[in-house]
C-alpha cells in the first residue's frame, strides 16, 4: 500500500459532501474474499464465502495525499487454479468512522490483478 490522492470528503445521509472537517484521516481496508474450497468438510457442502483482511495505518488529517508506504501480507489458500473466484477488495475509510460507506472501493479478481499500481 503506497499512497493515494485527493480522496473525496465523506457523504451524508443525503450524499452531500460534509465540509464540517477541513482533513480528513484515511486508511486502507484490504480483504480477500474466496469460496469455502470444501477443505474443512467432505464432501463440500458450504456455499458459503470466507475472507481474510488487514488495515493500514491512519493517515492523521491529509485526504489529499496521504501516503502508507506499508507492505501487507494476507495468507489464502486457492484450490488448483481457481484464481477468478477469489477477489481482492480495497476500500479507503474515513478514520474512525467504521460504520458509514467508504470513501472509495476497488474490488478485482485475483486473475486479474497484477503487481503494480491500483487506482481507485
Known amino acids: 500500500m503506497i499512497s493515494a490522492q485527493q480522496l473525496p470528503l465523506p457523504k451524508d445521509g443525503h450524499g452531500r459532501e460534509i465540509f464540517d472537517k477541513s482533513a480528513i484521516d484515511p486508511y486502507v481496508e484490504v480483504s480477500v474474499h474466496f469460496p469455502d474450497w470444501g477443505l474443512f468438510s467432505s464432501p463440500p457442502v458450504s456455499t458459503s464465502a470466507l475472507q481474510v483482511s488487514y488495515r493500514t495505518s491512519t493517515v492523521k488529517n491529509n485526504g489529499f495525499n496521504p501516503v502508507w508506504e506499508e ?10 487454479d481457481m484464481r ?30 497484477r503487481e503494480g499500481m491500483i487506482y481507485l
Do not use: K, Q, W, Y
Request: hydrophobic share 50%; aromatic share 8%.
Open 84 to 113: 477468478e473466484l477469489v477477489f481482492v477488495r480495497f476500500a479507503v475509510r474515513e478514520g474512525g468512522d467504521d460504520e458509514n460507506e467508504a470513501l472509495a472501493v476497488h474490488c478485482v479478481s485475483l486473475a486479474c490483478l
Open 71 to 80: 507492505t501487507l501480507s494476507l495468507p489464502f489458500e486457492v484450490l488448483g
